[in-house]
């Protein structure tokens, strides 16, 4: 059997039935303990790790490169190229790097690294540069020291510095790929950066064929090997369709597989060959609005109504969510009133509650804003990153048009979703997040606001002085009770704004050959790290 990536995933159900009936005429892959095939629902956005800021990508980039601090499977921070680090004022960190370690290249790795990848991530074009954000400036002290100087004081620096990537300052010279261009940009797809990969991590970067397979091998020289794993050689493959997924680790051709599909998990569960492992994550799947252009992008002529808050919250309370859980979801993940989960700072119970769901409050906010007779929209969806995205946004299709919102649904793969949405080409969309850093300063900074270089996912332009305000506030506040206190302010705002509509926290579910693989860690920042699989001798 051929894994293909069929872009109809909202079609799952119809190909399920044909996706298992050939089972039985496929002959099982030979065991191999060494080489470990697993896939997902879309394919990563490039090699650069400091391009693209998008969950399976970021899993890939720690595979082959390594951050100064870096997060294990249950969310613990532990040293990663630095050793150890001390804060010698509140503005001032000293970060003593690890000795003897070398790119897959044979370049050492030394304090000057540290500063050009600084100099690199912090470019505009970077959406990692989030990371290094409240960094004034990383200084040398000697070949194995640096010092980080924040521009205020950031009770989350270690946080922030787990997805700050580490690359060669030779390597990026000799390559000329100092520049940073991340997907839909001109230049992205040939940047050598974006092809090629020069990192300290326990994985070297083989091959890539975008939208087919990624192929990494081991490194044994790393300062960390994965040699404890058992894998020699991993095989990466993007597998959109649901139902080819479920067929294809039944048939043995992946090793593990996600998301598996929730209609599907009952079933995969009574087989006594695979091993179904799930959990909750902190990933909120979320919808969006454009809030500043005055005129709907496919009719010019036409107003734009999200500008008006009491369209949006009409649109909210028109969304029955527990439905979306009930059905949509098959019970799965958790209904959510805020736009982080309750293992990122900054969550508080009492602003998660959701605005009420009520079809006759939805219709009367539409007849305030001027709209008696409801509005018509266009909607954007991804059909291959989210659990059952397409299915959602079909399902909310539904709900918006009984009180008289027609939402125009377009689904697209992923990796057409991601550059469209950056360059502005929505105005309802769906997307999801799970902050980088687990803090509320993430979201904060990416989704709803804009200034100092803001807001890369605040594709709707949302943007409220108080709430900027709040996110420098909350940016250097070390008081933690303080700065619970002014996370709660923000959700007021943003509860009475609604410049998004928070829908749930998703499940991850991962089914895994029971033969194949010994031991696999689920992390707490979801997708797959090789470091955490092992397989069986």
Not at 321 to 340: D, E, P
Not at 441 to 449: D, F, H, I, Q, W
Request: proline share 6%; charged share 20%.
């Amino acid at each position: 059997m051929t894994i293909t990536a069929s872009r109809k995933t909202g079609r799952a159900a119809l190909f399920a039935a044909a996706a298992f009936a050939v089972l039985a005429a496929v002959a099982p892959a030979p065991a191999d303990a060494q080489i470990f095939r697993y896939g997902s629902a879309n394919d990563i956005l490039g090699l650069d790790p400091h391009a693209n800021n998008h969950g399976v990508t970021n899993a890939m980039k720690s595979n082959m490169y390594d951050p100064l601090v870096r997060r294990n499977f249950d969310g613990s921070l532990q040293p990663g190229l630095a050793e150890s680090w001390t804060q010698t004022n509140p503005t001032t960190w000293r970060f003593n790097l690890r000795r003897n370690v070398r790119f897959h290249g044979g370049q050492p790795f030394t304090a000057d690294d540290v500063i050009a990848s600084f100099e690199r991530v912090r470019q505009q074009t970077s959406d990692m540069s989030y990371t290094v954000v409240s960094i004034e400036r990383v200084e040398k002290v000697d070949e194995n020291t640096v010092n980080i100087i924040t521009k205020g004081p950031n009770p989350v620096l270690l946080q922030d510095l787990t997805l700050f990537f580490i690359m060669s300052k030779p390597w990026l010279d000799a390559n000329n790929a100092m520049v940073v261009s991340r997907s839909g940009q001109p230049g992205a797809a040939t940047n050598f950066a974006n092809l090629n990969v020069n990192g300290t991590g326990p994985f070297r970067f083989v091959e890539r064929v975008a939208d087919e397979r990624t192929v990494m091998e081991i490194n044994p020289n790393a300062w960390d090997p994965a040699t404890a794993t058992g894998i020699t050689r991993a095989i990466w493959r993007p597998v959109a369709n649901p139902a080819t997924r479920v067929a294809a680790v039944r048939s043995r051709e992946l090793d593990l597989m996600y998301p598996v599909p929730l209609q599907d998990v009952n079933a995969l569960r009574q087989l006594s060959d695979l091993r179904v492992v799930q959990g909750p994550t902190a990933r909120t799947v979320y919808f969006a609005f454009d809030t500043v252009r005055d005129n709907l992008l496919d009719q010019p002529n036409v107003k734009n109504p999200l500008k008006d808050a009491r369209v949006r919250r009409a649109i909210y309370q028109a969304i029955n969510s527990q439905a979306l859980m009930r059905v949509t979801m098959r019970g799965f993940g958790q209904a959510s009133g805020l736009i982080i989960a309750p293992q990122v700072q900054g969550w508080d119970q009492e602003s998660n509650q959701r605005l009420p769901y009520d079809q006759a409050a939805s219709r009367k906010l539409l007849a305030e804003a001027g709209y008696p007779n409801g509005v018509t929209v266009p909607f954007h969806c991804p059909n291959n990153r989210y659990i059952n995205d397409e299915d959602l946004c079909t399902a909310v299709v539904s709900m918006l048009a009984q009180v008289g919102i027609t939402a125009r649904l377009n689904a697209m793969p992923f990796s057409q979703f991601i550059p469209a949405g950056g360059q502005g080409q929505f105005q309802f969309y769906l997307l999801g997040w799970t902050p980088g850093n687990f803090d509320i300063s993430n979201p904060l900074r990416e989704l709803l606001t804009m200034t100092d270089g803001a807001g890369t996912f605040n594709w709707g332009k949302y943007q409220n002085p108080q709430v900027e305000a709040l996110r420098n506030q909350i940016a250097t506040e070390t008081d933690m009770t303080k700065r619970a206190a002014l996370s709660k302010q923000v959700w007021s705002i943003i509860r009475q704004d609604v410049p998004i509509v928070p829908l749930h926290q998703e499940p991850q579910v991962f089914a895994m050959l029971n033969d194949r693989i010994a031991e696999f860690k689920m992390r707490v920042q979801e997708d797959v790290e090789l470091r955490h699989v092992r397989l069986r001798r």
